[in-house]
């Protein structure tokens, strides 16, 4: 009886043990969804991304997106600087964006990597775009409002931009 109790015991902390590391690896998941999404984003709206405007300087938050006047909807057409807030606020608060990782928060940053030889303007851009978020798998918790913020995971996204 007490090697069958020994046993169950086992087979129940394997089970918490495959929880954690599943979370974990679903939670990377949907950070590595998010990035290419947004780099597609800004891979159609090239022009704004080649210049820079969709780096986000402080971290970007589901609660500190702003959301633009005009929500790009079919039929309603929009500017590509519009589109630019739009895309970043959509991504920010989305149901199946940011807003799905606890405590997540993003920045993306661009370098310029090649210019127009006749203007100057920049034509390609070195993109990055890092996401961290708790996972509360590594933290021995079970609680959201016990996270140490100072221990995120983190995923990081780096690709190439160009102005065709």
């Known amino acids: 009886m ?3 109790a020994i046993g169950m015991f086992a087979l129940s902390k394997l089970q918490v043990v495959s929880v954690k590391t599943n979370t974990s690896a679903y939670q990377h998941s949907i950070a590595s969804m998010l990035a290419y999404d ?7 709206n090239n022009v704004e991304a080649v210049n820079g405007n969709y780096n986000t300087g402080s971290p970007l938050t589901p609660s500190n997106a702003t959301q633009p006047a005009n929500l790009c909807k079919p039929g309603d057409p929009c500017s590509t600087s519009v589109l630019k807030d739009y895309d970043k606020w959509a991504w920010a608060t989305g149901a199946n964006m940011l807003a799905q990782l606890p405590n997540a928060e993003a920045t993306i940053t661009s370098a310029t990597i090649d210019t127009d030889s006749v203007t100057s303007n920049p034509v390609a851009v ?3 775009i890092t996401i961290k978020w708790a996972d509360l798998s590594t933290q021995g918790t079970g609680s959201y409002g016990n996270i140490d913020l100072s221990n995120k995971q983190q995923f990081t996204y780096s690709s190439i931009i160009r102005i065709n």
């Open 38 to 44: 947004m780099m597609d984003r800004m891979r159609i």
């Open 2 to 4: 007490i090697i069958l």
């Open 126 to 128: 070195n993109v990055t």
